[in-house]
């Protein structure tokens, strides 16, 4: 069994950084995909950023260019996401996710296996 445990969240001004990390454990060689998902209560949950573990770019959503960056960390199973310039909008709990895709697409389907979450507030 795989399991993935977040850290890191916390309240933050508009403009600030934050540092999110997630490391798996167990049987982290059965996937090949992990992301970050984020979700606002009464909405659905959205995809942040993934990337497929082999290799590839990292996929982000629109909103978060220039500003997120994920950073993988194969030989310590740790996927963390490193956030500037914060907006009131990046309010949310962040998941972390993890996944097999064996065409290497990881698509939002692919991800199966989910941490507990860890907030991340920014105040405007």
């Known amino acids: 069994q795989l399991t993935l445990a977040e850290s890191g969240g916390g309240s933050v001004q508009a403009g600030d950084s934050l540092r999110i990390s997630c490391t798996a454990s167990?049987?982290?060689?059965?996937?090949?995909?992990m992301g970050w998902f984020r979700q606002v209560p009464g909405k659905r949950r959205q995809t942040v950023a993934r990337i497929w573990t082999n290799g590839g770019l990292p996929y982000y959503i629109d909103s978060v260019k220039g500003r997120f960056t994920i950073l993988q960390d194969k030989a310590n199973n740790k996927l963390d996401l490193q956030m500037t310039t914060l907006k009131y909008e990046d309010t949310a709990m962040y998941y972390c996710?993890?996944?097999?895709?064996?065409?290497?697409?990881?698509?939002?389907?692919?991800?199966?296996?989910w941490g507990q979450g860890t907030q991340v507030t920014v105040s405007s």
């Open positions: 996710a993890a996944g097999f895709d064996a065409t290497g697409t990881c698509s939002e389907s692919a991800f199966n296996i």
């Open positions: 167990g049987r982290t060689y059965a996937y090949n995909c």
